[in-house]
C-alpha cells in the first residue's frame, strides 16, 4: 500500500480557477497569505477559456478589448511571483469546519487539505463535461478518452504520433482539433460532428478549413456508435453513423470530446451552506457565507443588488481577502497599504529585491 500524500496546510483554498478566482488568491498573496488553488477543468481560465476564449470582451477596466484566454494570460502573469500552489483537473469533494476554526478538504484523488479559510469562486458550479454514451466505452477515459484536455501545447504533447478523433462542432472541440492538427508529429485528426455546421469565429472557422483544405483535418458529419478494444483495454476502432444511415469504420487511439460542459454545483451543495436559488448568502461587507471562514464570490455569490460581473467578482474577491487577513492574522491589521507605495506588497511582486 502506497503511503498517504501529506496533508498540504495553507491559509487560504480557492475553489475555482476562473478570472475571480484567479484574483482571489492573488488578493490574498498579496496580502502575504498562502493559496492553494483548485478547479474541476484541466486548466485555468473557467468559462472565460471553454466558452468564449477568443470572444471580446470589453469592460475590465483599464482594458480597451480583451479575449478571454488574453485575460487570463494575463492574470496568471499577475499571480505567478506569488507562487500559489496548483490543484487543476481536481473537484474538492469534502470540506469540513473544525472546532479550532480551520477546515478539512479533499479533493477525489486524495489531495487533503488543512485550510484556514476557504473561498468559493466556482462561477454557478463546477463545469463538468458533457459525456459521450456509447458502447465499447468503458475503462478508456484518461488513457484513450479524454474531455475537454488543455490546449497548451506542452498538454497536447501526450497525443504525439496518436490518431485522434475530435467529437464536437464548437469553438471548444474546433481549437482543440486545430492545435493538434498544426503539430508535426501527428497524422492528420479527425474531427466529427453530428451536423455539418460547425459553429465558432470567422477567424477559426478559416483556420479549420485551411487545415480540412491541406488534408490535416478530416471531416465527418456524423455520431458514434461503437467503440472497440484490443484485449489490454488500448482503444482500436470506431463506428460511425453516416445521415444517411450508413456507418464507417475508423482505426484510432484516442477521442477527445468537447460536447460542451454543464455547471453544477456538485458537493458545494452538501457543506451545508446557506443558498438561495442556487447562489450562496454572503455578507456583502465581508462575503462571508453562512459558515464563519467560508467566503464566495463571483457568480456563485448571492446578495441584495448583485450583478453578475466580472467587475463584481473582482470587488467581492477583494473585500473577502482583506476579511479573512484581518481574521487569520489579526496582529497584522494596520493601516491599507498600496502597492504604488509600499514597499512590503512591491517586495511580494517581485519588483524589488
Do not use: N
Not at 469553438?171 to 486545430?178: D, N
Request: proline share 6%.
Amino acid at each position: 500500500m502506497s503511503p498517504a500524500a501529506p496533508i498540504l496546510r495553507t491559509d487560504a483554498l480557492v475553489v475555482g480557477a476562473g478570472p475571480v478566482g484567479l484574483f482571489q488568491a492573488f488578493q490574498l498573496g498579496l496580502l502575504g497569505l498562502s493559496v492553494q488553488i483548485v478547479d474541476a477543468l484541466p486548466q485555468a481560465g473557467g468559462q472565460c477559456v471553454e466558452l468564449y476564449a477568443d470572444k471580446p470582451i470589453l469592460d475590465i477596466p483599464g482594458i480597451v478589448e480583451s479575449s478571454g484566454r488574453d485575460l487570463t494570460d494575463r492574470l496568471l502573469a499577475q499571480l505567478a511571483p506569488l507562487a500559489p500552489g496548483w490543484h487543476l483537473g481536481q473537484e474538492v469533494t469534502r470540506l469540513a469546519r473544525r472546532d479550532d476554526g480551520r477546515f478539512d478538504a479533499a479533493c477525489a484523488d486524495g489531495t487533503a487539505f488543512d485550510a484556514g479559510a476557504v473561498f468559493i469562486c466556482a462561477g454557478v458550479g463546477a463545469f463538468q463535461p458533457r459525456r459521450l454514451k456509447a458502447p465499447g466505452l468503458d475503462g478508456l477515459e484518461g488513457r484513450h478518452l479524454h474531455y475537454h484536455p488543455g490546449t497548451a501545447p506542452a498538454a497536447l504533447a501526450r497525443f504525439a504520433g496518436q490518431r485522434v478523433l475530435v467529437i464536437g462542432g464548437d469553438e471548444a472541440a474546433l481549437l482543440r482539433a486545430a492545435a493538434l492538427a498544426e503539430r508535426d508529429d501527428l497524422p492528420a485528426v479527425q474531427l466529427m460532428h453530428r451536423r455539418d455546421v460547425l459553429q465558432a469565429d470567422a477567424a477559426l472557422l478559416a483556420r479549420i478549413d485551411a487545415l480540412r483544405q491541406a488534408g490535416r483535418i478530416v471531416f465527418h458529419a456524423a455520431q458514434l456508435a461503437a467503440a472497440r478494444q484490443d484485449e489490454a483495454g488500448r482503444l482500436l476502432q470506431v463506428d460511425i453513423a453516416l445521415p444517411d444511415g450508413s456507418a464507417r469504420t475508423l482505426d484510432l487511439d484516442t477521442l477527445v470530446v468537447c460536447q460542451g460542459l454543464s455547471p453544477r454545483l456538485g458537493p458545494i451543495a452538501d457543506w451545508g451552506l446557506a443558498m438561495d436559488r442556487k447562489l450562496l448568502v454572503v455578507d456583502p461587507a465581508t462575503f462571508e457565507t453562512s459558515v464563519p471562514g467560508i467566503h464566495a464570490a463571483g457568480d456563485i455569490a448571492g446578495y441584495p443588488g448583485k450583478r453578475k460581473l466580472i467587475l463584481c467578482g473582482f470587488h467581492e474577491a477583494t473585500l473577502a481577502a482583506h476579511a479573512a487577513h484581518e481574521r487569520l492574522r489579526p496582529d497584522e491589521r494596520g493601516p491599507l497599504l498600496y502597492t504604488s507605495s509600499s514597499a512590503l506588497l512591491q517586495r511580494r511582486l517581485g519588483r524589488i529585491s
